[in-house]
């Protein structure tokens, strides 16, 4: 356990803002109080209104660990909601948010602790499966990982240039997409919601997972936690972290 | 410090006032660091121990007969959502101390769980009737996603305090922090004081 240490309100300023998808947006901090972050990680975000009214929430890092000072937080924008509409209507470059971070300590991966890793996202559960990627990338690791990835059309599909650079260029990573509500003429990948078949087909290929971080929505990452234990894999190598539009 | 443009949303006011930094949600969102356990009730057991000795253990039945509450209150989770007025069925932990007869100490008291989980409590703060073993929620059975089939409930603090899938709680002289509190989540979790996080 690490000594406590306060985990303080810092101002970061807005340094860069960059569409992901029709929904989603990048935001990369410049921190004046860098802490060094582990990936998976999460900081909260506070904005406050000219008669004192407060709102957080929570936003998982995107970028690696190494890049030090700069921060990107990948915010989808919820339609009903309070904070993200904020970030993706107004905020530009130059702005300054208060933030604090980094939070979490389960869903984290470290190159040092190896692998296989399997990762599996759904929609903007990638955010935080992103950030260990990079960090591998950002790290020089050479540790097979797999990223079972479901997004709702080919226009949805966060990082894909990224995702599609580092599939190209190294072997040990396997890049599983799934388009499940549209997909361009053509497309030869799988259409259907995560299944036992993708799991057991990435796991075919990068061996039985030590690591595996599961991110999405409650039904999502629910379905997705299960199939993994269902392909043999045991409960405690198994991460959650659930997020986006609530409800019931 | 106001942030250029932003006023706050024209939402539903809550009916009362909600601790710092909360939002009122009308659902009940999940939150779980690992895999959904399934117990099978009849292999259920709610224990208090000492150390790794069990004082006094319930099956599923046995906690079933003890005199059970109907609990209404609002809850906290530390990731800013509030749910207003949940209505829970359960046993006081006072009832589990008083029927095992045990004078429980002044101290702490770690709750584990079914799947590993734990998180670490004051006496203080489940006693006094303020904290239960819960089963019901809205007057349906918990859900496992949402802890059941029994959770800790602990309404005062961060719910991340509301142990899922409580196995039972160990009793232990000095504070030392559970599952989360060693990742950065604050050892007491007072939602009014807003103690999230270390050094809050």
């Given at each position: 356990?690490?000594?406590?240490?306060?985990?303080?309100?810092?101002?970061?300023?807005?340094?860069?803002?960059?569409?992901?998808?029709?929904?989603?947006?990048?935001?990369?901090?410049?921190?004046?109080?860098?802490?060094?972050?582990?990936?998976?990680?999460?900081?909260?975000?506070?904005?406050?209104?000219?008669?004192?009214?407060?709102?957080?929430?929570?936003?998982?890092?995107?970028?690696?660990?190494?890049?030090?000072?700069?921060?990107?937080?990948?915010?989808?924008?919820?339609?009903?909601?309070?904070?993200?509409?904020?970030?993706?209507?107004?905020?530009?470059?130059?702005?300054?948010?208060?933030?604090?971070?980094?939070?979490?300590?389960?869903?984290?991966?470290?190159?040092?602790?190896?692998?296989?890793?399997?990762?599996?996202?759904?929609?903007?559960?990638?955010?935080?499966?992103?950030?260990?990627?990079?960090?591998?990338?950002?790290?020089?690791?050479?540790?097979?990982?797999?990223?079972?990835?479901s997004?709702r059309?080919?226009?949805?599909?966060?990082?894909?240039?990224?995702?599609?650079?580092?599939?190209?260029?190294?072997?040990?990573?396997?890049?599983?997409?799934t388009l499940t509500r549209?997909?361009?003429?053509?497309?030869?990948?799988?259409t259907r919601r995560?299944?036992?078949?993708?799991?057991?087909?990435?796991?075919?290929?990068?061996?039985?997972?030590?690591?595996?971080?599961?991110?999405?929505?409650?039904?999502?990452?629910?379905?997705?936690?299960?199939?993994?234990?269902?392909?043999?894999?045991?409960?405690?190598?198994?991460?959650?972290?659930?997020?986006?539009?609530?409800?019931? | 410090?106001?942030?250029?443009?932003?006023?706050?949303?024209?939402?539903?006011?809550?009916?009362?006032?909600?601790?710092?930094?909360?939002?009122?949600?009308?659902?009940?969102?999940?939150?779980?660091?690992?895999?959904?356990?399934?117990?099978?009730?009849?292999?259920?057991?709610?224990?208090?121990?000492?150390?790794?000795?069990?004082?006094?253990?319930?099956?599923?039945?046995?906690?079933?007969?003890?005199?059970?509450?109907?609990?209404?209150?609002?809850?906290?989770?530390?990731?800013?959502?509030?749910?207003?007025?949940?209505?829970?069925?359960?046993?006081?932990?006072?009832?589990?101390?008083?029927?095992?007869?045990?004078?429980?100490?002044?101290?702490?008291?770690?709750?584990?769980?079914?799947?590993?989980?734990?998180?670490?409590?004051?006496?203080?703060?489940?006693?006094?009737?303020?904290?239960?073993?819960?089963?019901?929620?809205?007057?349906?059975?918990?859900?496992?996603?949402?802890?059941?089939?029994?959770?800790?409930?602990?309404?005062?603090?961060?719910?991340?305090?509301?142990?899922?899938?409580?196995?039972?709680?160990?009793?232990?002289?000095?504070?030392?922090?559970?599952?989360?509190?060693?990742?950065?989540?604050?050892?007491?979790?007072?939602?009014?004081?807003?103690?999230?996080?270390?050094?809050?």
């Amino acid at each position: 356990m690490a000594t406590p240490t306060r985990i303080a309100w810092q101002t970061a300023t807005v340094e860069r803002v960059s569409v992901e998808t029709p929904t989603v947006k990048s935001f990369a901090f410049r921190l004046p109080d860098w802490q060094p972050f582990r990936a998976g990680q999460h900081f909260d975000v506070r904005l406050t209104a000219p008669d004192g009214y407060q709102a957080q929430r929570s936003y998982s890092a995107a970028s690696a660990p190494e890049s030090e000072g700069l921060l990107e937080l990948t915010i989808e924008k919820m339609p009903d909601g309070e904070v993200s509409p904020y970030f993706h209507d107004v905020v530009v470059p130059g702005d300054a948010v208060e933030l604090r971070g980094p939070i979490g300590g389960p869903f984290t991966w470290s190159a040092t602790a190896g692998g296989p890793l399997l990762l599996v996202g759904g929609g903007s559960g990638v955010v935080p499966l992103m950030s260990m990627l990079r960090h591998r990338r950002a790290a020089g690791s050479d540790t097979p990982v797999a990223l079972v990835y479901s997004a709702r059309t080919w226009a949805d599909v966060i990082y894909r240039d990224v995702l599609e650079g580092i599939a190209a260029v190294d072997l040990a990573f396997r890049l599983v997409l799934t388009l499940t509500r549209g997909h361009p003429d053509g497309w030869a990948g799988h259409t259907r919601r995560v299944d036992a078949g993708m799991i057991e087909g990435a796991i075919a290929v990068l061996g039985r997972p030590r690591y595996v971080f599961c991110c999405g929505s409650d039904g999502f990452v629910e379905n997705a936690a299960n199939l993994v234990v269902a392909a043999g894999v045991g409960p405690e190598a198994v991460r959650t972290e659930r997020f986006g539009p609530t409800g019931q | 410090m106001a942030s250029r443009g932003f006023f706050g949303l024209k939402r539903p006011q809550p009916p009362r006032a909600l601790p710092p930094g909360q939002y009122w949600e009308q659902g009940f969102p999940v939150l779980t660091a690992g895999v959904t356990p399934q117990i099978d009730l009849k292999d259920w057991r709610f224990s208090i121990a000492r150390d790794e000795r069990d004082l006094a253990t319930w099956t599923w039945e046995e906690m079933k007969s003890l005199p059970q509450q109907e609990i209404v209150v609002d809850i906290h989770c530390v990731t800013k959502w509030s749910m207003l007025g949940s209505g829970w069925r359960g046993v006081s932990i006072d009832t589990f101390f008083e029927a095992a007869g045990i004078e429980p100490a002044e101290g702490y008291v770690m709750a584990y769980c079914y799947g590993g989980y734990t998180t670490n409590l004051p006496m203080s703060d489940v006693r006094g009737g303020k904290a239960y073993v819960a089963w019901e929620f809205n007057g349906e059975p918990l859900e496992a996603k949402h802890g059941g089939p029994a959770r800790l409930l602990v309404p005062h603090l961060y719910f991340w305090k509301s142990a899922k899938w409580v196995r039972g709680l160990r009793l232990i002289e000095r504070d030392a922090p559970g599952f989360w509190e060693q990742a950065g989540y604050h050892m007491r979790g007072d939602p009014w004081k807003e103690e999230r996080y270390w050094g809050d």
